[in-house]
T-cell receptor, first 112, second 107 residues
Framework: DSGVTQTPKHLITATGQRVTLRCSPR?????VYWYQQSLDQGLQFLIQ???????AKGNILERFSAQQFPDLHSELNLSSLELGDSALYFC???????????FGEGSRLTVL | GQQVMQIPQYQHVQEGEDFTTYCNSS?????IQWYKQRPGGHPVFLIQ?????EVKKQKRLTFQFGEAKKNSSLHITATQTTDVGTYFC???????FGKGTKLSVKP
């Protein structure tokens, strides 16, 4: 158990819909990262937050947005969903900007 | 940011054979981390290397950091079916992981 909690574990929705993925970081960790992993692909970095502020942005689509709340949990919002958005979305946390990342078990999104 | 290239992308071995994956950077890395993702699982941190030429061992796994701190390797001796998974490297401070090496082991 990494201490990072992601919900929901599985989500099936239709094209054009909007979903929200939630992540609770490990206790005490200030940084939250979101990664997208399509089938048999690597980890595509989406976005990082540190103590409520956006720290870095990767290849995140304009249809996607995220935020980190004062209690440090984070949400990733995916809108106008397309078939290609089907993937495993991982949240990871770390104490700061360096150090090891602790990954949650992921949220598997299926867009039909 | 710093990019890391991993080779090979896939490796199929017979159980008992050795396995090595390599991680290369065009720039000097302050440190490097290795992660393992089992099929259907999430990435799990294995180790961090910091010093030039550093070698660390975890049972059958040997991790090396190059002298120039631009490359690293993970070597598994006598692979077992439990070693199956994808191995990723990550340069410190780098938000981007290498593409990973997917290891399959034939019993």
């Amino acid at each position: 158990d990494s201490g990072v909690t992601q919900t929901p574990k599985h989500l099936i929705t239709a094209t054009g819909q909007r979903v929200t993925l939630r992540c609770s970081p490990r206790s005490g960790d200030l940084s939250v990262y979101w990664y997208q992993q399509s089938l048999d692909q690597g980890l595509q970095f989406l976005i990082q937050y540190y103590n409520g502020e956006e720290r870095a942005k990767g290849n995140i689509l304009e249809r996607f947005s995220a935020q980190q709340f004062p209690d440090l949990h984070s949400e990733l919002n995916l809108s106008s969903l397309e078939l290609g958005d089907s993937a495993l979305y991982f949240c990871a946390s770390s104490a700061g900007g360096a150090g090891e990342l602790f990954f949650g078990e992921g949220s598997r999104l299926t867009v039909l | 940011g710093q990019q890391v290239m991993q080779i090979p992308q896939y490796q199929h071995v017979q159980e008992g054979e050795d396995f090595t994956t390599y991680c290369n950077s065009s720039t000097t890395l302050s440190n490097i981390q290795w992660y393992k993702q089992r099929p259907g699982g999430h990435p799990v941190f294995l180790i961090q290397l910091v010093k030039s030429g550093e070698v660390k061992k975890q049972k059958r796994l040997t991790f090396q950091f190059g002298e120039a701190k631009k490359n690293s390797s993970l070597h598994i001796t006598a692979t077992q079916t439990t070693d199956v998974g994808t191995y990723f490297c990550r340069g410190q401070g780098n938000l981007i992981f290498g593409k990973g090496t997917k290891l399959s082991v034939k019993p």
